[in-house]
């Protein structure tokens, strides 16, 4: 059976200084964030999936938005290279724990820059944002090591948040949904469907029909269950004042055997 494990890294005493892009700057409640990473991380537990606590990056205040790090497809980890100057520190660690789980490891070099939440996968279809954060030498280079392995790289604008997957994720049946104001082009995918609340823009697949996402997104909740989902709600507001979402906490390692 793969085992399934999620890379997670414990917030910094200086989250507070979290980079803020395209939103207002509001105090973040370290106390409040503490606690809701630990609810957040037990319910990855709760639903099979083993954590994996990479060790904590107490410098760099982005450090547990840990999707950043390390874009995985299949056993093949590419090691990222972030757009923000400051949050490249954050890799170094990521890159020994997933060499330690036996990973593939590649990584993007200057001067390619890209951001973990930059990369949607639907299937072998691997969506990058291409925005900010993320560079066009990014693009090429994450394209040159997963297409190889038998993915579809596909470029998308993102000009309206900070991130892809700010904007979009999908369900299990590969469906896009997102919140259409901040979605630059919903043409770009075969299949997509809006949702009424910008945080019910991202879930994160737990297994099965388990979704997990923001609390803020009660409307978004209710259309998906009413599509025969079982939505798994998680107070993560701390995290929204820095653009954070469900998907920036954790990495999922779907098909490694262990």
């Not at 207002?24 to 037990?42: C, I, K, M, N, T």
């Not at 604008?157 to 997102?178: E, M």
Request: glycine share 8%; hydrophobic share 40%; proline share 9%.
């Amino acid at each position: 059976m793969p085992s399934r494990k999620a890379l997670i890294r414990r917030p910094s005493p200086r989250l507070d200084e979290g980079l803020v892009t395209n939103i207002e700057r509001s105090p973040v409640d370290l106390g409040r964030a503490l606690s809701q990473w630990d609810a957040y991380v037990e319910t990855l537990a709760r639903h099979g999936w083993q954590t994996v606590e990479v060790p904590p990056a107490d410098d760099c205040p982005d450090g547990v938005f840990i999707e950043d790090a390390v874009v995985m497809f299949r056993n093949v980890a590419v090691i990222t290279r972030p757009g923000a100057d400051s949050r490249k520190p954050e890799t170094v660690d990521v890159e020994k724990v997933v060499a330690a789980l036996g990973c593939s490891v590649n990584a993007i070099r200057s001067p390619g820059t890209l951001d973990g939440g930059d990369v949607l996968k639907v299937g072998s279809l691997v969506y990058v944002g291409r925005g900010g954060r993320t560079n066009a030498e990014g693009v090429r280079q994450l394209r040159a090591i997963l297409e190889p392995l038998g993915a579809a790289v596909i470029a998308v604008p993102v000009t309206k948040v900070l991130h892809l997957k700010s904007a979009v994720t999908a369900l299990p049946d590969g469906t896009v949904i997102g919140y259409p104001p901040v979605v630059d082009d919903p043409r770009m995918y075969p299949r997509f469907l809006p949702v009424p609340e910008e945080p019910g823009s991202h879930v994160v697949l737990l297994g099965g029909d388990h979704l997990l996402m923001s609390s803020a997104a009660p409307r978004t909740a209710e259309l998906l269950a009413d599509l025969g989902y079982q939505p798994v709600p998680v107070d993560i507001s701390e995290y929204e004042k820095l653009e954070g979402c469900v998907t920036c906490l954790s990495v999922r390692l779907r098909e490694l055997h262990g």
